[in-house]
């Protein structure tokens, strides 16, 4: 919290000095600085050992959900997978040959549940290479926008960073902070005013939350408004001022 306090207030319009301007013009409505976020923000990694095959959405780029954001070159994977399956299977049938035959007393007991383990431990074996398998294509969770992506189709995956960042650009929210001495009057509900900095744009929000603790340095609140339109041009990161009417 100390440093979202940190990035809103700095250079802006300290807590003492906000709380100060409203003591000298009571008429005015009580302003502070917003930044807007998404709700949904994804970096998406892997261990895959596999070069991509192909990595539709750029940067800037719009997505749907379900669409597929990334595919790796999985020949390799495959055929261990039908390796896999096929040790799978023979070992199924040694384990049940053991038991028919330690039913009539032409084997013995432990090398009939042996054969059952080495069978059980061929079936987790290819459950681990389907599963593995399933890391293939990485499909968008939700609708959104790729904000950066660190490989290209015949590259690998970097072991250092997130191999796609993705998030929500339909669903913001506005985050801020506060003077703590705003609680005596503000409530979840109150209408807020916010105006980018970067369009001029004012958007009609409303507060959905309020963090759970002050920060007993700066003497601060956390909130948390939705926004009541569409985004419009607002984007991630962007910031403005914060009004809320009828506050006091």
């Not at 954001?69 to 999985?74: K, N, P, Q, T, V």
């Not at 049938?93 to 054969?115: N, Y």
């Amino acid at each position: 919290m100390r440093a979202v306090a940190a990035f809103l207030f700095a250079g802006l319009l300290p807590a003492a000095a906000l709380a100060a301007g409203m003591k000298d013009n009571a008429t005015a409505a009580p302003e502070t600085r917003g930044l807007v976020r998404s709700t949904a923000r994804v970096e998406l990694r892997t261990d895959l050992a596999a070069p991509l095959a192909e990595a539709k959405f750029l940067p800037g780029m719009s997505f749907e959900e379900g669409e597929l954001l990334i595919a790796f070159d999985c020949r390799r994977q495959h055929a261990e997978a039908s390796a896999a399956d096929a040790a799978r299977r023979s070992a199924r049938v040694q384990a049940d040959s053991k038991d028919r035959l330690a039913s009539r007393g032409a084997a013995g007991r432990d090398e009939a549940q042996i054969a059952r383990a080495d069978a059980e431990r061929a079936e987790a074996e290819h459950s681990a290479h389907l599963a593995r398998l399933r890391g293939c294509r990485i499909e968008a969770p939700f609708a959104g926008r790729v904000v950066e992506l660190n490989a290209r189709a015949l590259e690998l995956a970097p072991a250092d960073k997130p191999l796609i960042v993705i998030l929500d650009d339909r669903r913001l929210e506005l985050e801020m902070v506060a003077p703590s001495n705003w609680l005596s009057w503000l409530r979840v509900g109150a209408p807020i005013e916010f105006t980018a900095d970067e369009t001029g744009e004012t958007h009609a929000a409303r507060l959905s939350r309020i963090a759970a603790e002050v920060d007993p340095v700066s003497q601060t609140v956390r909130l948390i408004a939705e926004f009541r339109d569409a985004p419009g041009r607002l984007l991630p990161g962007m910031s403005g001022a914060a009004r809320f009417p009828g506050g006091s």
